[in-house]
């Protein structure tokens, strides 16, 4: 069960994360528009 | 001298039991191509992927069989084995496999089937099939599939599901340059890969699904494309089901979704499962992590510069889309392209297609499914620099240990940034010869240089040099330099050796 959350947890994080440095690369080109 | 004959018997009919399983594990995929046909009541396609399968299982069945004597006596697989098995396996998987490409007309020689081949196996993503927009679905399953498995490693699949014992299993695991010991269990680790792999299929799949219907495709054709783009962009590969690659949906949120996937499938399979297990500060710790942020930061940090100076396109949402996607495009080596190929020569100017060439050298992650020198080695060897510079300005009584994170701390020892830098040093000779016969056959040098590094780090971003009608030097050029960017280098040397070895010993048997 604790095994089966944790994946879940560990899946959102790195989704999350990778979509998180997505939005700092739309605002640098916001900035250096 | 028996003894040597009888060792000599014995590594081959290791290497050709191996193979063929492997062989047969890729036939019994055709099933899927078979099923999609039918689905579809492609009958010449089905007819093509019958005919294939035939081939392949006669050809895998034959090499179980010649090599059965290793598996009764359960010889011992040494080191030369597995990558010797890995290296035959992907050339002589690259003929079978191109056999229904060839018979399905889309390409103008059988050369150019095992070239679309060997691309998609590499992850790489360069094209040379023809007519694009035009292709049956079960042709279209069979190239994503290929894309999706190279990219998790065909060895990994069979040892997954083939081979029943683990005795030098991790051998052939290594031969793919997939080095990584998740669990102590070689096919557990195996297991893992495809667990991760599976899961973000099913998600990423639905995401895209959904997000096509809501940009305007039928449900049926939304999930075909949904599944083809997934694969994709997961395994790094830069294949698509049209001709206008990724342009074809004219949709940023189709765009931001496949780039989310391209990045997370540039990751090491070891920080999936670090973060998956609940060691979520690896993510910002990991070297690999930390070395393709950085470099992925600066790069589009200087080519936003520069096209600031340019004026070229007009809002931060079109240099979103055009930029960005590109660069991290090329750096995780994907090659998905949002913008057509002969604009990177009329538009991006030297400064931007430099760029593109160092980022599509350096690469994604060791131990994913992306290609090029990899975050790991650019760190280590970078670190190493800084190291021996601090070394020799420091006191010679300050002996000081130096380490890197890398799933754990690590021991940055001379013997580790020595072996980064020799990989490199290969990338480095693959990439000068690609761009000397580029020059050779009459392409200017930046062409040139963006071509060969596409293909040494498996990308597949096109500068509009690779087309069929191509000279035949640079189409086999093309299929090395995937090969051994794909294998990375020692797995092809140890072939090579062991091939070349097998003929001096027959020469001097014959010299008497």
């Known amino acids: 069960m604790k095994n089966g959350k944790n994946e879940i947890l560990g899946f959102a994080v790195e989704t999350c994360g990778v979509l998180a440095y997505l939005v700092l690369f739309l605002l640098l080109a916001v900035l250096l528009h | 001298m028996k003894t040597e004959t009888e060792k000599t018997i014995r590594g081959y009919e290791i290497i050709l039991y191996y193979t063929g399983l492997i062989i047969l594990g890729i036939a019994l995929l055709m099933v899927i191509p078979v099923i999609t046909a039918l689905i579809f009541a492609e009958w010449n396609p089905l007819c093509d992927f019958m005919i294939s399968m035939s081939v392949s299982t006669l050809a895998g069945l034959g090499m179980v069989f010649l090599g059965r004597r290793s598996y009764k006596s359960r010889a011992y697989v040494q080191w030369k084995h597995g990558f010797v098995v890995a290296s035959l396996s992907w050339l002589l998987l690259m003929v079978l496999c191109a056999v229904p490409y060839s018979m399905s007309g889309h390409t103008q020689s059988f050369l150019d089937s095992c070239f679309d081949v060997m691309s998609g196996f590499t992850t790489t993503g360069l ?27 065909m060895v990994v699949l069979a040892l997954t599901f083939m081979v029943r014992e683990t005795n030098g299993a991790y051998k052939f695991y290594v031969g793919e340059a997939k080095d990584i010991e998740l669990v102590p269990n070689v096919k ?3 297991r893992i890969i495809w667990k991760i792999s599976m899961v973000y299929l099913a998600v990423g799949t639905a995401a895209l699904w959904i997000d096509g219907m809501i940009i305007g495709l039928r449900p049926g054709s939304a999930f075909l494309h949904a599944l083809y783009m997934f694969e994709s962009s997961w395994s790094t590969g830069g294949f698509a089901p049209m001709t206008q690659n990724i342009m074809y949906y004219h949709s940023l949120s189709y765009e931001i979704l496949t780039m989310v996937f391209f990045v997370l499938g540039s990751f090491n399979f070891g920080l999936h499962y670090a973060i998956w297990k609940g060691d979520r500060k690896e993510l910002v710790r990991n070297i690999e992590t930390k070395s393709f942020f950085l470099t992925s930061l600066i790069a589009c940090l200087l080519t936003l510069a520069w096209f600031a100076k340019q004026n070229l396109y007009p809002d931060a949402v079109s240099k979103f889309r055009r930029i960005i996607f590109n660069i991290l495009s090329a750096h995780t080596t994907t090659g998905l392209g949002s913008i057509y190929a002969r604009q990177f020569a009329l538009e991006w100017g030297n400064f931007g297609i430099l760029i593109m060439v160092i980022v599509m050298l350096i690469g994604g992650s060791a131990c994913s499914t992306a290609g090029g020198f990899k975050g790991l080695r650019v760190g280590v060897t970078v670190k190493g620099i800084f190291c021996e510079v601090k070394k020799l300005i420091s006191s010679e009584r300050n002996l000081k240990v130096n380490k890197f994170h890398y799933m754990k701390e690590q021991i940055l020892s001379d013997s580790i940034v020595r072996s980064s830098a020799l990989i490199i040093i290969c990338y480095m000779i693959l990439f000068t010869a690609g761009v000397l016969i580029g020059t050779f056959c009459g392409y200017s040098l930046p062409d040139s240089m963006f071509e060969a590094a596409s293909v040494t780090g498996n990308v597949g971003l096109s500068i509009g040099i690779t087309t069929p009608s191509i000279p035949t030097v640079l189409k086999l050029y093309d299929i090395v330099a995937m090969y051994l960017g794909r294998l990375e280098f020692m797995s092809v040397f140890a072939l090579i050796g062991y091939a070349g070895g097998g003929f001096k010993k027959q020469c001097r048997k014959l010299a008497g």
């Open chain 2, 127 to 153: 094209v040379l099939t023809q007519d694009l927009d035009h292709l049956s679905n079960a042709l279209n399953m069979w190239r994503h599939m290929l894309t999706f498995i190279g990219g998790q490693g």
């Open chain 2, 188 to 190: 557990g680790t195996a």
